[in-house]
């Protein structure tokens, strides 16, 4: 039984293959197209689950598509008749795309795939329930989901169990904690749907003392996690912004310009709103808890995206142990999709072994062969190295060591939004001057962004305040104190950045945290045994890893998006499968790097 999954029209559109309840591919269109959070229909993402299995559309049995276009437009309608007439500019911008694509989804699908089949429609938060539950580890648990809006919900819960995912209640647009913080990322200078996580990154810089006034003015926050906005300081019912002049008036002042300096002000507010986030979070987990019974959670939707959350779920939590989907935006809608129509729709059994997750360590995209690799560097006649599986670990824990910045391209892409050690670049987590080169001089973004650390699943609790993996980087934890560094009070605001604060300071946030991805051998060998090696010769189980790309453009996916980015950009060198490039042996940038269509994937 062949199923195709299919997220797309939004933000993150992706495809997702199913065959017989197991993940075969998933991948996001981005990786593509080169346009970050593309929404078009994924006929790349697709087109690539056929090649990874072998199939056509012929073959396929179903498709399913991740939420219901009609009652998602039921609910644009209604709310631009709710708001008119300010509404109204918001609802003809809308409607040219509504009627000549997003509501003939059926059609659309039949015409770009040539499938002549079954479409099946899902509710985009029933997707989300099941991008959580049908994957995790869990024979049993409740369910969480948090988002922006899906058709008309904002959040749900329930409980999964076997192949049975029952959601329980529901919150309604326009309450939304997704959209609440998206307003405050829009506030800030950041873009919405994009600029969520630098908002959370932003946040330790500063002090949560608006915490108040948004409780008073903007959310009636009650005791079970539910909640009502205030609307009157808000746009996205009825304008193209997310904030008006009344929400300018209560902050003191006018959104952040993008790219303007960032003030004390907006720190403060990032850190308002964060504080805020948080607290609906485990107010929303504990009310799951009482009213489920179950001691395990699973965590999907946009919101679970927020790592420091995330972490506060697991650590203050009535939880046992969570689980979160680590394509939990509406790009794992193309995954529950799929796994509801294999479990719910066709009434098939779920197997787990309550340990291991079905996600595959989330290596779920396209991959390159050593003979594809070979062949563009050869063409291009550009220099290299061939490595064996052994000098890799050996020469790359070596280079990490004398304070190299290597980009590092193995086996298949990552779904969802965190580099895995697949597409990463990594570096020495030791080295304090590692973040500001790496976020300067490498990936071209705000001083103040914070790195992840890779750390080896077995010594993660020597070096940090967790005691379970966090495989998917979706976990914030602190530094363990016998690894931090006494800090006399220095500057405020983005200076703090200065301060070296732990053993491991280029991956220590100004609040001691870190988001946490614990690496295991089985899941990601020569990753795990590189760092291996960099631990056996330094004392360190941790290194820098952040995504392979610089800002504003999607992960790389193939040898080609790789070489481009390592000449764009200050890495010395480049792990490129079993090829090892020195960019001191490089050509000049001017060379012709147009070679996107020349190579097809293997």
Known sequence: MKILGISCFYHDSAACLVCDGEIISAVQEERFTRKKHDSGFPINAINYCFKEAGLGAGDLNLVAFYDKPFIKFERILETALTYAPSGITQFINAIPVWLKQKLWVTELIRRELGFDGKVIFAQHHESHAASAFYPSPFKEAAFLTIDGVGEWETASFGVGKDNVLDIQQYLKFPNSLGLLYSAFTYYTGFRVNSGEYKLMGLAPYGNPIYKDVILKELIDLKDDGSFRINMKYFGYCNSLRMTN?????????????????????????????????????????????????????????????????????????????????????????????????????????????????????????????????????????????????????????????????????????????????????????????????????????????????????????????????????????????????????????????????????????????????????????????????????????????????????PLVLSPEDAYKCFMRTEMDYLMLGSFLLNKKEQPSIEKDMNWQKEFELD
């Open 245 to 553: 002049l009344r929400f300018n008036r209560l902050f003191a002042g006018p959104p952040r310009k993008p790219e303007a300096k960032i003030t004390q002000r907006y720190m403060d507010i990032a850190a308002s709103i964060q504080s805020v986030t948080e607290e609906v979070m485990l107010k929303m987990a504990a009310h799951v808890h009482k009213v489920t019974g179950q001691d395990r959670l699973c965590l999907a939707g946009g919101v679970a995206l927020n790592c420091v959350g995330n972490g506060r779920i697991l650590r203050e939590g009535p939880f046992k142990d969570i689980w979160i989907q680590p394509a939990s935006g509406d790009a794992g809608g193309a995954l529950g999709a799929a796994l509801l129509a294999w479990h719910k729709y066709l009434g098939n059994k779920r197997i787990v072994d309550g340990v291991n997750d079905l996600q595959k360590a989330s290596l779920l995209g396209p991959s390159y062969s050593d003979d594809y690799i070979e062949c563009f560097l050869k063409k291009q006649d550009i220099p290299y190295r061939w490595l064996s599986y052994v000098d890799i670990i050996k020469e790359v824990s070596d280079l990490v060591i004398d304070g190299k910045v290597i980009g590092w391209f193995q086996g298949r892409i990552e779904f969802g939004p965190r580099a895995l050690g697949s597409r990463s670049i990594i570096g020495d987590a030791r080295n304090p001057d590692m973040q500001s080169k790496m976020n300067l001089k490498i990936k071209y973004r705000e001083s103040f962004r914070p790195f992840a650390p890779t750390v080896l699943r077995d010594k993660v609790w020597q070096w940090f305040e967790l005691e379970k993996e966090s495989p998917y980087m979706l976990l914030v934890a602190a530094i363990k104190s016998d690894k931090r560094l006494k800090v006399n009070r220095g500057p405020d605001g983005l200076d703090k950045l200065k301060m070296v604060r732990s053993l491991i300071p280029a991956v220590t946030h100004v609040d001691y945290s870190a988001r946490i991805q614990t690496v295991r051998s089985g899941d990601n060998p020569l990753y795990y045994d590189m760092i291996q090696a960099f631990s056996q010769k330094t004392g360190c189980p941790v290194i820098i890893n952040t995504s392979f790309n610089v800002r504003g453009e």
